[in-house]
């Protein structure tokens, strides 16, 4: 890693989580490498692998070059963030499912198989860059707001997502005592 890399680790996920206010997400959330296999159901309060993959994919998109262990961070988050909220995890899957449909029709191929150029095309094309978030809204602003807002959020949330835009301690990360201490130019 060098100087203008950011590492995001599980860490940061669980920094993330308590932002949204997830509280009492059991550390087996965030530890547990694949929590459902297939894609997530009706009945399901946790989302599945696909989910997991085509999230991890935005977000690559998404974010800053510089950030390393997106992956990770991504399902660590989705995990935790699923767990505590089932409707907003069947949401998502209902955003994820929408997104492949999209890119099936205009490439034959789910969206997290398209080259990660194309995917950032696909999503412009869409409009999901401009368009105001809203979950009930059209399929660009559900998109945005289940998708890319929850990402984007869950990264300036994280301590380490934080530092990348000069926010020294994200809401809901305890560590800024020291930052109180010292002037504003150190």
Not at 22 to 31: E, H, I, K, Q, S
Not at 102 to 121: H, I, K, N, W, Y
Request: aromatic share 6%; proline share 6%.
């Amino acid at each position: 890693m060098t100087d203008d890399t950011a590492r995001l680790t599980r860490r940061d996920a669980l920094a993330a989580l308590a932002a949204a206010g997830v509280a009492g997400v059991g550390l087996d959330a965030l530890t547990r490498e694949e929590p459902n296999e297939g894609t997530a159901t009706d009945d399901s309060a946790v989302l599945g692998v696909h989910e997991r993959e085509t999230l991890t994919a935005v977000a690559r998109v998404v974010y800053p070059d510089a950030v390393e262990g997106v992956g990770e961070f991504v399902r660590a988050y989705a995990a935790g963030r699923a767990e505590s909220r089932p409707e907003r995890a069947r949401a998502i899957a209902d955003a994820v499912a929408t997104l492949d449909e999209r890119a099936g029709r205009q490439d034959d191929t789910p969206f997290v198989d398209l080259p990660s150029g194309r995917q950032d095309e696909l999503l412009r094309e869409m409009g999901v860059d401009v368009v105001d978030p809203d979950p009930d809204g059209i399929v660009a602003a559900r998109i945005r707001y289940y998708i890319v807002n929850e990402l984007l959020f869950a990264l300036y949330a994280s301590p380490t997502g934080g530092r990348l835009v000069g926010i020294e301690n994200p809401q809901g990360y305890p560590g800024g005592i020291e930052s109180y201490h010292r002037g504003p130019d150190t």
